[in-house]
């Protein structure tokens, strides 16, 4: 049966012939082989090197389906606007570059990673992106390959991340490393307690031992709304201890409104405007700090 010759990389495209496990042929330059790939480059100059292979009528079978054979070309084809990393792809293409020696595509991974991070706290971002869509899977990758960058940044959104993104991913990573990541955020969990309790203890004091901005005793609707206010705070910092999560619950509650009280309600938050910039300073310092074992011990 004669092989399907790939649409993609035809014949004429390239110099060079290579022939996927499913008998597509693709042709692709033989200089983009040697100047992005370590494995050809060492193939090209062996001196034994077999003239006639990688030729239309013996053309260089490897081991990849047809669809990883293009994926893994069109990331290294210049001639080409180089596609986004395909989420769904990834792993498969970053053992293919491996296994070919191809760094341009880690440190296209590396780079993309390191951009998502810097739009961690940007409203409105995409929770597609990876790091932020399955940071385990992320942290996988970084510990299967060494990359060392994009295995802190993966710890420091795990560390914050909502617990669903942790325990719905079928990724398996070393025992060792998922303890140290429920360390870090435990830590953080009993951070925002200590702002929980602080708040807590404000409420069940007297209202003139409150604040002077609180003056007015609350109504038993307002009473039931600081309750499960506060029950709210505990609940959301232990699923995602992240300081967006605390700053949200937090601004609900400020922006509340009582029908029984034709006044202005009286909120916990009204005395604890200076020491919440505060928290929130001691917060974000927390999530931003750098992890410093790598790999993680």
């Known amino acids: ?6 649409e ?4 004429g495209y390239g110099d060079f012939a290579l022939q996927s496990s499913d008998g597509v042929i ?6 983009i082989l040697v100047s ?7 193939m090209f100059e062996l001196p034994t090197s077999d003239q006639a292979q990688g030729t239309m009528h013996e053309p260089l079978v490897v081991t990849e ?7 893994l070309l069109e990331q290294i084809d210049p001639k080409m606007l180089t596609p986004a990393l395909d989420n769904d792809k990834i792993i498969d293409i970053l053992e293919v570059a491996r296994k070919y020696q191809i760094q341009i595509i880690f440190d296209r991974f590396e780079e993309e990673i390191q951009v ?5 706290n940007a409203p409105g971002r995409s929770t597609q992106l990876l790091l932020f869509s399955r940071p385990l899977l992320v942290l996988y990758i970084a510990l299967q390959h060494d990359i060392e960058s994009v295995g802190k940044r993966a710890i420091q959104e795990l560390a914050r991340c909502s617990s669903d993104l942790i325990g719905n991913d079928e990724i398996e990573i070393p025992t060792k490393v998922f303890k140290h990541i429920q360390r870090l955020r435990e830590e953080r969990i009993q951070k925002y307690r200590t702002y929980i309790d602080i708040l ?3 409420r069940n004091r007297s209202p003139s031992k ?10 038993v609707t307002c009473a039931k709304f600081c309750s499960e206010f506060l029950f709210q705070l505990e609940k959301g910092v232990e699923e995602q201890p992240a300081w967006k999560t605390f700053n949200r619950i937090c601004r609900a509650e400020i922006l509340a409104k009582c029908e029984t009280c034709r006044e202005r309600r009286p909120r916990l938050l009204d005395s604890f405007v200076s020491q919440y910039i505060q928290w929130a300073m001691e917060a974000l310092k927390m999530e931003n700090s750098e992890v410093v074992a790598w790999p993680v011990v």
């Open 65 to 71: 389906t047809a669809d990883a054979l293009e994926d």
């Open 200 to 202: 807590a203890k404000a």
């Open 1 to 6: 049966m004669e092989n399907k010759i790939s």
């Open 8 to 11: 993609r990389f035809p014949s």
């Open 210 to 219: 409150r604040s002077v901005h609180i003056h007015t005793t609350p109504c």
């Open 116 to 120: 998502q991070y810097q739009l961690r």
């Open 36 to 42: 992005t790939s370590d494995f050809f480059r060492g």
């Open 26 to 31: 693709f042709y692709f330059p033989r200089h």
